[in-house]
């Protein structure tokens, strides 16, 4: 019994002194002091992850994020290959948001790696900052060899690329994998402009 009154006076304290930490880090951004308001959340994000810790950690991506800066894309490129799904969601969010070349760059160098999950949550996020200089990377992803990294694929094309996409959307019409299938017809319908409608038009004399 005095083991687990200790054990629960620990976990807490703990919270109670992380909660301090975030409300320190926070005060430090506010006050013109990045560097120590950096410091601080990289302390919190190097902790252990723990379901009843993923919320310290999505709240000191969110610090970090709104830091701004380059210095928070390798913390969020790690969190996005966290196996906790919720670290996972927010470090994706918040990665579509980050401003600048930079941020669009190493998501596009991020598909390059060998984990299926962590190159489709690259393309997650290169369709949500809607930069067209991912378009290429997008269409060439349409080739992976796994499938929800496909699927990925498909639905950041319809948000980046324009009529080049038209021809290996449609090709996925005739998938016999129906979430890629209805994955193209969502994409298609994205895509805007009368050379996109022109494009679709054509290919029906060659299409499935």
């Known amino acids: 019994s005095a083991c687990l009154v200790g054990s629960e006076m620990c976990i807490r304290d703990r919270a109670i002194a992380t909660d301090a930490l975030l409300l320190l880090a926070k005060r430090l951004a ?97 369709a949500g900052r809607r930069d067209p200089a991912a378009a290429p990377a997008a269409l060439a992803a349409l080739k992976d060899q796994d499938g929800a990294v496909r699927a990925a694929a498909i639905q950041a094309a319809g948000v980046l690329a324009g009529p080049e996409a038209v021809a290996p959307l449609m090709g996925f019409l005739a998938s016999p994998d129906p979430v890629e299938q209805r994955a193209a017809q969502v994409a298609l319908q994205r895509l805007k402009g009368d050379a996109v409608s022109a494009a679709i038009a054509q290919s029906l004399a060659t299409a499935d």
Do not use: F, N
């Open 30 to 126: 506010q006050a013109g002091q990045r560097p120590e308001a950096e410091k601080v959340y990289r302390q919190l994000l190097a902790g252990p992850v723990a379901r009843e810790t993923r919320h310290v950690r999505c709240a000191a991506l969110e610090g970090m994020a709104r830091l701004g800066g380059d210095q928070v894309l390798s913390e969020l490129g790690a969190a996005m290959k966290s196996d906790d799904p919720q670290v996972r969601a927010t470090a994706t969010r918040l990665a579509g948001v980050v401003p600048g070349e930079a941020a669009t760059r190493m998501w596009i160098e991020s598909l390059k790696d060998p984990s299926p999950l962590a190159r489709a949550g690259a393309l997650d996020v290169l």
